[in-house]
């Protein structure tokens, strides 16, 4: 079973860009396929974006593609999200998640998580 602790949270202008680090232990990471969500007080815990487990293939939501870039680092067992342009909307605690069985494809089955980080995005 993977763990997973995500860091890299914090306080920004609106404009300005975070990079989330997603360390994974207990298992190599080159088995999973990876995600990001977030969850924004008040609201449902929403799809941010998804990297196949070669890193071959990303997946966004609308409103941050051209912003946001989710990457892989195998060989460091951690997964990123480098988050650019920031708006006072991506406000939020961001949790990286794990999908064991999704071999090709849209990752969809997280089943791992990991306790999440804030990301404050002043205006």
């Known amino acids: 079973q993977v763990q997973l602790v995500e860091s890299g949270g914090g306080l920004v202008q609106a404009g300005g860009s975070l990079r989330l680090s997603c360390a994974a232990s207990g298992r190599t990471l080159s088995t999973y396929a990876m995600g990001w969500f977030r969850q924004a007080p008040g609201k449902e815990r929403e799809f941010v974006a998804a990297i196949t487990r070669s890193g071959g293939s990303t997946y966004y939501r609308d409103s941050v593609k051209g912003r946001f870039t989710i990457s892989r680092d195998n060989a460091k067992n951690t997964a990123y999200l480098q988050m650019n342009s920031l708006e006072p909307e991506d406000t939020a605690v961001y949790y990286c998640?794990?999908?064991?069985?999704?071999?090709?494809?849209?990752?969809?089955?997280?089943?791992?998580w990991g306790q999440g980080t804030q990301v404050t995005v002043s205006s």
């Open positions: 998640a794990a999908d064991r069985q999704t071999r090709w494809g849209r990752p969809t089955s997280f089943d791992y």
